[in-house]
Each structure stands twice: as structure tokens, then as C-alpha cells.
């Protein structure tokens, strides 16, 4: 966990409370955090997901790593320190959106257990649902994809550490979603994460 290093701060209470947004949205909060390797098609379904639910209705809002990394994160590079702080940071961030009662859709590679496991406690601190989705994918697959390019790049030694070549992707152990994007397709998978927020009604107030 990240040091608390500003004193003499004290945290201020608000007077709108989290049923009250509940009631004025009609839905829960949560955050679906989307992890697996780079080109398993985390951002894909995180983008078809947004779409469908706003379509519906429902208030979504998608944080993708490639974008929050050109603002936010933009100070961090991809060293196993910058990585933490990284998903530390957009793990706070999915807290406060999902508190506010907006369906937030994370997707980030999050290679690391630890670190996902942070932004999951996050969420449980301040009883808030956080729906793990592991999207995999062999990385055969995720290679011939290779939308970026990162792939060969990384093979030809012009990337270092990079994920699934020559550093680790830690695959979750108990996600609740587990999507496997080389046997299904894009409406299957987007589906798939549907059925689990109505399963735990995260897609009305009550």
C-alpha cells in the first residue's frame, strides 16, 4: 500500500449518499476490471460493453491504459514499480467512479496479483462490487493478433519487459468472469458480462 506522505489533511463528508445517487441513476456501482495480456481484447469488449450499456440506459464510463497513461499516469513508465503505482492509482480512480454510482469498465494488462488485489480491496474498504473479468487468450493468439504492433516489437528486442515475452502475466485464481476470447466471440463475450452484473444486479437501484 502507497505511504501516506501529506499531513494536516482531514477527510471531508459529503451530504449526498450513495442511495440517494442509486435512486436518481437507478443503478449500482461498480467497477468490472478487464486484465489480460496486451491484444487479448480487453479494450474491445470494454468499448462494445460501454456502447451496449449506455444503449440501455445505464451510466458506464471506460478507463483504458493506453489513455490514461497520456494523462494521469503520463509520469510512469512500465518498470514493476511504475506498474504498481500505475494500477494503484487508476484502482483509487475506479473506487471514485464507482461510488458515484457509474458502472466502470477498467482494462488494463495489471500483470501482477498484488496489484490487482489492491484495487480490489479498494473496493471492498468502502463496500463497493469490483467484478474481476479475466479475458484470456494464448499468447500464440495474442501475438498473431498484435493490433500494436508490441509484439514484434518486443521479439525484436526494441521493447524490454514486456508482458508475456520477457515478463511474467500473473493469472488471476479466483476472477469472477473468465472469458476466453480465442473460442468466443465479441457478442459472446459482451454478453457473458452482462449476464454476471444482472446475475448480481448491479444494473438496478434495488
Known amino acids: 500500500m502507497a505511504e501516506q506522505v501529506a499531513t494536516n489533511i482531514t477527510w471531508h463528508d459529503g451530504t449526498v449518499t450513495r442511495d440517494e445517487r442509486k435512486a436518481v441513476l437507478k443503478q449500482k456501482g461498480c467497477t468490472v476490471w478487464f486484465t489480460g495480456l496486451s491484444g487479448s481484447g480487453k479494450s474491445t469488449i470494454a468499448v462494445a460493453l460501454e456502447q451496449v450499456l449506455f444503449q440501455r440506459g445505464h451510466v458506464a464510463y471506460r478507463l483504458d491504459g493506453d489513455n490514461v497513461r497520456m494523462g ?64 484470456e487468450c494464448p499468447l500464440e493468439v495474442a501475438e498473431e493478433r498484435d493490433p500494436k504492433g508490441l509484439y514484434k516489437k518486443a521479439r525484436a528486442g526494441e521493447i524490454k519487459g514486456f508482458t508475456g515475452i520477457d515478463d511474467p502475466y500473473e493469472e488471476p485464481e479466483s476472477a469472477e468472469l473468465v472469458i476466453n476470447t480465442a473460442e468466443c466471440s465479441l457478442e459472446e463475450s459482451v454478453q457473458a458480462v452482462l449476464d454476471c452484473l444482472e446475475a448480481r444486479g448491479l444494473l438496478k437501484a434495488d
Open 72 to 135: 494521469l499516469n503520463k509520469n510512469l513508465g512500465f518498470s514493476a514499480e511504475d506498474r504498481a503505482e500505475n494500477i494503484r492509482r487508476i484502482g483509487e480512480v475506479c473506487k471514485l467512479f464507482a461510488d458515484s454510482c457509474v458502472i466502470t469498465l477498467s482494462s488494463f494488462i495489471s500483470p501482477y496479483r498484488e496489484d490487482r488485489d489492491q484495487a480490489r480491496s479498494l473496493h471492498a474498504d468502502g463496500d463497493i462490487d469490483f467484478i474481476e473479468c479475466y479475458v
